[in-house]
């Protein structure tokens, strides 16, 4: 059965286009959304995940990248739900740890088909990566997607910098979308054939 969706979603601010393919099997990441660390972060994602993704934005940069951002949140969110179908033999509940140097991020995902979201990092990390990636964002992101594919997930920060040091934002914010990746990697992964719940349904 194939995995895959393609969600177009236009409003006033934003065009979005993005197919995925949980599967992955031509191992394809192609981004664009006219912000180049947003766009770092998705290729993390579809790279670490094993998903084939592909992701084409035009939005209203000339205000700011929030519409931007926000709005392919809640499209790859999209996409991710109706690629899931029905859900029937994913493992459902996983979680991984990511390092990056000095800074150790966590992400737990339960496919529950109910959306909530917790999200942990430093108060002190850089306000801004580049001219237009508020750092600020990086909860909206995750909440926005989480909301739309319809999610359980936890993300956390257990470690920011070594003693002394300041958190350094890139390190912080890379580190989540690479655990986010492979949770979703092996939440997703088809374990067996029937649905993961005791009430038939997720």
Wanted: overall charge negative.
């Amino acid at each position: 059965m194939s995995r895959t969706a393609h969600i177009v979603r236009t409003t006033g601010e934003t065009s979005v286009d993005v197919y995925v393919d949980l599967d992955g099997t031509e191992k394809t990441v192609d981004v664009s959304t006219g912000v180049g660390f947003y766009d770092h972060m998705l290729h993390q994602l579809g790279k670490h995940g094993g998903f084939d993704l592909k992701i084409a934005v035009k939005g209203d940069l000339h205000i700011d990248s929030h519409h931007t951002m926000e709005d392919t949140a809640i499209a790859l969110g999209q996409a991710f739900a109706e690629a899931l179908g029905d859900k029937a033999g994913v493992v459902r509940f996983a979680d991984a740890s990511v390092p990056l140097d000095e800074v150790l991020a966590r992400a737990v995902v339960d496919l529950s088909g109910r959306p909530y979201m917790v999200h942990e990092e430093p108060v002190d990390i850089a306000p801004m990566i580049s001219t237009d990636y508020p750092t600020s964002m990086t909860r909206h992101i995750l909440e926005s997607f989480a909301y739309h594919a319809r999610i359980c997930l936890h993300v956390t920060v257990l470690r920011a910098s070594n003693p002394g040091q300041k958190p350094d934002a890139h390190h912080v914010i890379e580190a989540q979308f690479k655990a986010l990746a492979r949770a979703l990697k092996y939440a997703t992964r088809i374990d067996g054939t029937d649905i993961p719940s005791t009430k038939g349904v997720l």
